[in-house]
């Protein structure tokens, strides 16, 4: 994070300049090679070591802004998830400043932006419209003119993008909440399947490698939570510990806040997370003092989730079948019992009749998971059931002990009907789970698996077929494949246990 030394105000609009002045590399040689040939192939090695491509329908990827040597892998991973094909009529690209201070945020709009790989349009008339109707953009030609942490993401786009695509640049200046909401408003019309979002920034600054990993976990769970509000506490209440060396948690949060002020509250929203590391984990790293980076990728569902999966449940429904499963949990492992419960007041939601798997994990590690397909009991009764059998009945693992059971975190996907396919084309990763058949054997993997693993399509039909059905790694190839969906909800994503 970079040191605020200025204060300017922009100029309105340069749309007008007779001439248009191209932004030349500032940071190539520093933070990435300079030479093209050699960039390229820079590229080439990331992108083969970062995590494979597991998301469908990107709308927005966050990535790490710091040199190729430490977040490169990291920032591959964000823009692997992103389908090289599609075409964008625009790539919002957008980056909080490191160089100089200044009300609202600037877009470049009098020329195209240079990398060593070549020029990449800026979408002109588009950038001078939002800084003509909205007040709080301006062409501020301080802004660019050092900032690594727009140029940087420019050359991955350049490397794994197949069509043509033009940019929208934008530095944010501003280091106030208030403005990323004008930012998030104006931007929100564009905030479209049409449109590709990139948000740079790093995470925690310079604690120490055993700091940096509970900080970035922190503030990578405040961001998947889609709330402003939660990001904004989190990073107050960081601010309040002390934490050795900790300069900030997220140097880009102005960039992050207003993404999630554009993606709030909207239920065809997803923010998954990626991959992580620090610089710590590099060769050339420094443990006593490293810089976090995630890779978290924003998708967009067709439609709301009830269409996908033939329900939907509020939060307040969510945390009430979470809780069923904990105090059935503790009562069953401490005594033997299954809780009684009162179902007044229990919703429709809550007692309609589907298929459930109750998963358990410790300190991020499975612990134990089952459920059931059959969707003929009401749900409260089927996770009340999968809560014991996750929790002594998985021949995977020992029973959870009761000395455990403050450490567990608990999840639960609530399945759709299982639909037979005829082709593994019709698997979406990460949006269907598989239920593979031959004779008697048979396995499953929840959707979440393909998203936690990064497992491509064969690998996560093999190793269905092999460690959950048991039929060898092609075994899947002449038996029945199923898909269904899933509404996955966790404590952990609901805050909905103190663990």
């Known amino acids: 994070m970079g040191i605020m030394f200025t204060f300017n105000q922009g100029c309105s609009s340069q749309e007008s300049n007779e001439k248009l002045i191209d932004r030349k590399p500032a940071v190539a040689g520093q933070f990435y090679p300079p030479d093209p040939i050699v960039l390229r192939q820079t590229l080439a090695d990331l992108f083969s070591r970062a995590k494979p491509r597991t998301m469908e329908k990107v709308a927005a990827v966050i990535s790490p802004h710091a040199g190729y040597v430490f977040s490169g892998i990291v ?35 009098i020329g195209d932006y240079m990398t060593p790989l070549g020029k990449v349009p800026v979408n002109i008339s588009l950038a001078s419209k939002l800084i003509k109707e909205n007040p709080v953009f301006s062409y501020n030609p301080d802004a660019d003119r050092n900032e690594h942490s727009l140029e940087v993401q420019i050359p991955f786009l350049q490397y794994h993008m197949k069509k043509a695509f033009r940019i929208v640049p934008i530095v944010i200046g501003s280091q106030s909440a208030q403005s990323c909401k004008k930012i998030a408003e104006a931007l929100k019309p564009y905030f479209t399947p049409k449109n590709l979002f990139v948000i740079s920034t790093d995470f925690s600054h310079y604690p120490t490698y055993s700091d940096a990993k509970p900080t970035d976990q922190a503030t990578c769970d405040a961001i998947l939570s889609n709330d402003p509000d939660k990001l904004l506490n989190l990073l107050s209440k960081y601010k309040k510990k002390d934490i050795p060396n900790l300069v900030t948690n997220l140097c880009g949060w102005t960039s992050v806040l207003s993404l999630l002020y554009m993606t709030a509250g909207d239920p065809g929203i997803k923010l998954n997370p990626i991959t992580y590391m620090n610089s710590g984990d590099g060769k050339y790293g420094d443990r006593s003092q490293v810089v976090g980076y995630w890779s978290i990728v924003a ?36 005594n033997r019992k299954k809780t009684s419960l009162d179902t007044t007041g229990f919703t429709s939601s809550v007692k309609m009749k589907a298929g459930v798997f109750v998963t358990l ?22 996770i ?11 021949t995977r693992f020992e029973p959870v002990k009761a000395s455990e059971i403050s450490k567990l975190e608990i999840e639960i996907s609530v399945l759709s009907p299982m639909k037979k396919i005829n082709s593994i084309d019709e698997i979406i ?23 936690e693993t990064g497992w491509n399509k064969d690998e996560f039909l093999g190793h269905c077929a092999r460690d959950k059905a048991g039929i060898g790694w092609d075994g899947w190839k002449d038996a029945e494949i199923y898909i269904y969906e899933a509404c996955v909800f966790s404590e952990k994503e609901l805050n909905a246990h103190k663990y």
């Not at 996908?308 to 009562?331: D, M």
């Not at 410790?362 to 009991?377: P, S, V």
């Open 75 to 109: 920032a591959a991973s964000s823009f692997n998830q992103i389908d090289p094909e599609m075409e964008y009529d625009n790539i919002f690209v957008i980056a909080s400043s490191h160089q100089v201070a200044f009300m609202g945020a600037s877009i470049y709009n």
């Open 299 to 334: 998708t967009r569902t067709t439609a709301h989730q009830k269409s996908l999966t033939g329900f939907s449940f509020t939060r307040e429904e969510k945390v009430t079948l979470l809780t069923i499963a904990r105090t059935t949990i503790e009562s069953y492992i401490t």
């Open 361 to 382: 994990k410790e300190d991020g590690e499975l612990r134990g998971c089952i459920g059931r397909f059959t969707a003929d009991l009401p749900l409260y009764v089927v």
């Open 384 to 394: 009340q059931e999968m809560a014991i059998a996750s929790s002594t009945e998985d």
């Open 429 to 451: 990763l990460g949006k269907h789970g598989i239920y593979i058949k031959k004779g008697w054997y048979s396995g499953t993997f929840l959707p979440q698996v393909a998203t």
